[in-house]
C-alpha cells in the first residue's frame, strides 16, 4: 500500500493509495519539529478511528519545506522498513521533462502538479495551486514543466495587510456582495477578492497570449472553488491533484526501476 505525503509551507497531507483509488486522507500542520514517533502515533490513531487497517509498503513525499524531510525519512524507516520516493532528488525520476533555466530548483510541488494535470487532462496547460503563495505553473504540449508564476498567497496577502496597518482587523476571504464596501472589512474583502479574480484573469490571458496557444487553466488548492463563483476562471478544479501526481511519479519509478 502506498502512502502518500504532501507537505507545504502551512499544511501536511498523508494519504493511503491502493493502486486504484485513495483510501482516506488526513491533514495536520506542518512543523518541521515533529519527530518520526509523533507523525507515526498521530497516524496510526486516525488510521485506527478510520478503520483503514493496511500495511504502508511504499512512500513517496513531496516537501517544500527541506526541514521536515529528515524525520519523514525516518518514519519510513522506523515504523515502514522502506525508504521513501522523495520528488526533487536525484534518484527520483519525472515522467516529463523540466525546461528552465540551467541551476534553477523548481518547487517539488510544482513538479507534482505539473505530472498530475498532465496525466490527466493532456498538454498545453495552466496549473493554479492556491496554496501559500499562488502558483501558475505551464506545461507543454508533451507534459514537460516550462516555467511559471509565483504570487503571495490570498490568505497571506490578507495577513501582511492586517500585520502591517494597525488599524486594519484580520478577516476571511469571501465573495463581498458588491465591489464598493461601506466598512473596513467588506472593503478588505473586495479588494483581496476582486483583486484575486483580476489577477487570476491577467496572468492566465498574458501567459496564453505568449505561448499564443489555445490553454487549458486547472485549479487546485482550497480557495479555487470560491473564486470559480465570481466568474468562469477555470476550465477544471482538482481537489487531489497532487496527491494524484505522487502515485503517478510513484509507479513511473516503480515501472523504471
Not at 84 to 100: A, F, Y
Not at 120 to 140: C, N, P
Request: glycine letters at 8%.
Amino acid at each position: 500500500m502506498l502512502l502518500t505525503v504532501d507537505c507545504g509551507n502551512t499544511n501536511t497531507v498523508f494519504a493511503i493509495w491502493d493502486g486504484t483509488h485513495f483510501l482516506a486522507s488526513w491533514r495536520c500542520a506542518t512543523q518541521h519539529q515533529r519527530t518520526a514517533d509523533e507523525y507515526y502515533t498521530w497516524l496510526r490513531t486516525l488510521m485506527a478511528l478510520n478503520k483503514v487497517e493496511v500495511a504502508i509498503t511504499d512512500v513517496i513525499v513531496s516537501s517544500t519545506v527541506p526541514r521536515v524531510v529528515f524525520n519523514l525519512r525516518v518514519l519510513c524507516d522506523r515504523y515502514f522498513a522502506t525508504r521513501p520516493l522523495v520528488v526533487g532528488k536525484p534518484e527520483t525520476r519525472l515522467p516529463v521533462d523540466v525546461r528552465v533555466d540551467a541551476g534553477t530548483q523548481v518547487g517539488p510541488d510544482r513538479l507534482v502538479n505539473t505530472v498530475g494535470g498532465y496525466d490527466r487532462h493532456g498538454g498545453d496547460l495552466i496549473v493554479v495551486d492556491f496554496g501559500t503563495a499562488t502558483t501558475f505553473d505551464v506545461v507543454d504540449t508533451d507534459g514537460a514543466y516550462v516555467g511559471g508564476v509565483i504570487a503571495p498567497g490570498a490568505n497571506l496577502s490578507l495577513e501582511a495587510l492586517h500585520m502591517a496597518a494597525a488599524a486594519l482587523p484580520h478577516v476571511d476571504i469571501t465573495q463581498p456582495q458588491r465591489v464598493v464596501g461601506t466598512n473596513t472589512v467588506a472593503c478588505m474583502q473586495s479588494g483581496v477578492f476582486w483583486g484575486y479574480v483580476g489577477l487570476i484573469k491577467e496572468i492566465t490571458a498574458r501567459i496564453r497570449a505568449e505561448r499564443d496557444r489555445p490553454m487549458k487553466v486547472i485549479s487546485t488548492g482550497g480557495l479555487a472553488p470560491l473564486f470559480q463563483q465570481a466568474e468562469v476562471l477555470f476550465d477544471a478544479f482538482e481537489d487531489d491533484l497532487t496527491m494524484h501526481g505522487l502515485t503517478v511519479i510513484h509507479r513511473y519509478n516503480k515501472e523504471n526501476a
